[in-house]
């Protein structure tokens, strides 16, 4: 969805000056007022749908702890904190200080607590079996094939046993033109084969999968099982 050239990337939120830790596939910077802006043309209003369509498989409960890896401006992280309540907790993480600054300030302005973090998917700096849920969100097409596999394995960590893992991403280019080409426009996406073989490959197991019926995004929704 995000294109490095200059015109794509002001568009989309994208900004050359900006700073961003390397995430394996190059770098990616962002003006996350844009960012928030571009979502909710190229969604079309859809916005709330899809997010609330994505906690409606991972099933956030009150008093878990949550996870969103690749949070962007904070938008699902901060709607997650409802779902878990007073007595849960969420964590957002993300490579751009940028969106994690916006995060942080849209966290304060609507008075909703979630602790924003700037850090590589990567290499998570949370503790071995820290969290109920980890959802990562249309991040994976930016990451190269080595940086995916690290992510899964790093995710596998710090979910608890009996825990979930969400993952949604684009399943293909936009088949759009012009105008609609343009606010659509992707360089990345990830076959749903792929990040089935990616889970699996860091020992999940998959109990859902399938297109979200928004755009072409599609999931995967895995657990640890509670033996491995
Ligand atoms: C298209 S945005 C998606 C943001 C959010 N998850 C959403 O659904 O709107 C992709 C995000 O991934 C972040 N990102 C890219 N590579 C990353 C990495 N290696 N580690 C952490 N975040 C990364 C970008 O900074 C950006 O905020």
């Not at 992280?77 to 779902?83: Q, V, Y």
Request: charged share 20%; with cysteine.
């Amino acid at each position: 969805m995000l294109k490095a050239t200059p015109s794509a990337a002001s568009a989309h939120g994208m900004h050359h000056g900006d700073t961003v830790a390397g995430n394996g596939a190059g770098v990616r910077p962002y003006r996350p007022r844009l960012y928030d802006l571009f979502v909710e043309l190229a969604l079309i209003g859809r916005e709330p749908a899809f997010r609330r369509r994505l906690l409606d498989l991972a099933e956030p409960r009150s008093g878990e702890a949550v996870l969103d890896v690749g949070c962007g401006t904070g938008s699902l992280a901060l709607m997650a904190k409802e779902a878990v309540g007073s007595a849960g907790t969420v964590c957002g993480v993300d490579a751009s200080e940028q969106m994690i600054s916006w995060a942080r300030q849209k966290a304060r302005r609507i008075g909703v607590e979630a602790d924003f973090q700037p850090a590589q998917t990567q290499v998570l700096p949370y503790s071995d079996a820290r969290f109920d849920v980890v959802l990562s969100t249309l991040t994976l097409h930016h990451l190269s094939k080595k940086a995916r596999a690290q992510f899964a394995a790093e995710a596998r960590r710090v979910v608890k046993p009996g825990g979930r893992i969400l993952v949604a991403d684009f399943a293909e280019e936009s088949p759009r033109k012009g105008l609609r080409r343009h606010l659509h426009h992707r360089p990345g996406a990830v076959a749903l084969h792929e990040i089935l073989a990616l889970l699996e490959g860091a020992g999940l197991s998959v109990v859902a999968s399938g297109p979200l019926g928004i755009q072409t995004v599609h999931f995967a929704l895995a657990v640890v099982r509670s033996s491995s």
